[in-house]
Each structure stands twice: as structure tokens, then as C-alpha cells.
């Protein structure tokens, strides 16, 4: 595969979106657009980071620790999806679905930091990982589609309902709840709570104590995808099927 040169810049450096850099056995997707809300070519750079990493990982000779996390700035980590976007633009949730999908049976260990806010769509994006680090001072976990009003997609749902008890998703989904970090960990939303300065700090020290274990290569992946595979095979269904009834 071609050298790839970090830092990254996608989808590219004159629309500079997001930032792959590498830290050793750590890649560190900083997103930086603004409140990170999601289009069809933000799906698309995300998977593209994603890509940019799986090759690496592929190409190496012996199994090496690798781990992988996402960060934003500010007070927001994402405010979900583009909704005119996302309205105006039919294709568009069959790439996020998609993304949704790649981060969640990811090669390797993954850890959002979440620096902020993480709602509706990107609230998906947080749980999509393998951990997840929150701030603790400010900032909520919150599917808001209740109030919108919008319905989930089956995979949107199927992730939800894998990733949280059946109290907590009956809050999240039905009362639109926006869990304070205290309430997330005790939740089991997110691993570990954190000060704003000291969240992606976290999150690293979290993705170095998992990250020998992307020396299982493809493995890695497949028990991820056993693990999920009621969730990924809902995420599957293309998204064209359930339009006209959602």
C-alpha cells in the first residue's frame, strides 16, 4: 500500500473536516467541523480514516498493538445528523447506516472521547465504539428523536437496545432523556468519566491498556461481528426499504 504521511487531512485540505493523526500504536480521528453534524461526504470521511487504518493494519508484517480514538474540541462532540441534509439527500442514511456499521466492527479497539455534547446521531456514533470517556462537567448523551419527532432506523434501535439495559433504552428512546456523565456511568453508557483537560488523556491511557489486543488481526473483527450480528445485520437493510414506512 502507498506510505500514507499523518497528520491526514479529510476529505481534503482545502475541506478540512477532520484530522487523522497517529501516535505510535494509537490513531487519533480529531473531528472539527464545526458541531460535527453528519452529511454524506462526513460519513464518507470517517470511513475513509477508517480505511486508511485497516490498511495499515493489514500491512504490517507481525501483529501490532493498535488502537483507535475520536475526539472533538469545544463543547460539542457531535449534534448528530444534517437534518436538511439528511432530507433533502435519499442516499444519505444508507452511508451513515454504513458507517455506523464499519465503526462497530472496527479491526480494532476504539474509544470516543466524548469532549462534550453527543446527541441523536452522534450519540449513535459514541456507542459505535468499543469505550467511551466523558466529560464530567458538562455535556449529555441524548437520542432526541421523541422530540423531533423522527423514528429510528431498525439498526439505530437494534445498536441502542445491545449497548443499554431495557430501562435505560425505554428513557433514552421514549422521554428523550439527556444523561449527565454522572448518570451515564452509572448506566453503563460510558468506561470512565473525566475533566474536560483530562478526557482525551483518558481515552489514550484507555485505547493503550486495550490496544494489544488488535494483535488477534481479523479475529478481532470477527468476534466483533458475532457479538453484533443481530445489530449488524439491521443495519444492513437498506435504508430505501424503510422510508416510505417510517
Known sequence: MPEVTFPVALPSTSNHWMTLHREGPLFLLHLHNKDNRFTTDFCKSIM?????????????????????????????????LDLMHAVGYPPFMENYLLMLRRMLTFCIPTVAALNGHAFAGGCMLALAHDYRVMRS?????????????????????????YKMTPKTFRDMVLQGHRFTAKEALENDLVDEIAPEKEVLDKAKALALKWAPKAKSGIVYRQLKEEMYTDVVRLLSIPYNRLAPKM
Do not use: F, H, W
Not at 48 to 56: G, W
Not at 70 to 76: D, F, L, R, S, V
Not at 137 to 161: H, I, K, Q
Open 137 to 161: 462537567d458538562r455535556g449529555y448523551m441524548c437520542m432526541n428523536e421523541v422530540d423531533l419527532p423522527s423514528p429510528l432506523a431498525p439498526g439505530m434501535a437494534g445498536l441502542l437496545r
Open 48 to 80: 475513509t480514516a477508517l480505511q486508511i487504518v485497516e490498511d495499515i493494519s493489514l500491512a504490517t508484517d507481525e501483529p501490532e498493538d493498535m488502537a483507535l480514538v475520536t475526539y472533538a474540541e469545544g463543547k460539542i462532540y457531535s449534534n448528530g
